[in-house]
């Protein structure tokens, strides 16, 4: 678990909250929030889990009540991943906006890819071409000496 102290994320409303997160499992989160998460997580499932030890053996055959009271706690995890959903809503608000030459350019170089060698890939292979036509990718990746040819 590694900090964040002010995410890349910008929060919906800054009531009552603080810009602290923490970084799990490569998801920037409220800690608050994953620690109630986790409590209301383990309560209904170990809740349904322990509920089905005592109601089980009433209705049940003595050999399947261990089985149902598992099931009944997976459905106690299942209700609590829904309540969760809905208690803690995401508090960030993705943009998208459209790049231009210069951006793109920038990009490339700062990871260090070869236009040429993308270039013949994108030559060779039409399931990669049809793909980067699709994402309307592909003209970033045609070097400038190549553009007028095409």
Request: net charge negative; glycine share 6%.
């Amino acid at each position: 678990m590694s900090e964040v102290s002010k995410a890349e994320t910008s929060p919906v409303s800054n009531t009552n909250q603080s810009n602290y997160y923490v970084e799990i499992l490569g998801d920037t989160v409220s800690p608050a929030h994953a620690l109630f998460s986790i409590l209301i997580s383990t309560a209904l499932g170990l809740g349904g889990f322990l509920a089905g030890k005592r109601i089980f053996p009433a209705i049940a055959e003595q050999k399947m009540v261990d089985s149902y009271s598992l099931l009944l706690g997976i459905v106690g995890c299942v209700v609590a991943l829904i309540l969760c959903a809905l208690l803690f809503r995401p508090k960030r608000i993705l943009t998208e906006s459209q790049i231009n030459d210069m951006d793109s350019e920038g990009l490339l170089k700062s990871l260090q890819v070869d236009l040429n060698e993308e270039y013949e890939v994108i030559k060779r292979d039409p399931m990669i071409r049809k793909e980067m036509e699709d994402l309307k990718i592909k003209d970033i990746f045609i070097p400038k000496e190549e553009d007028n040819k095409i």
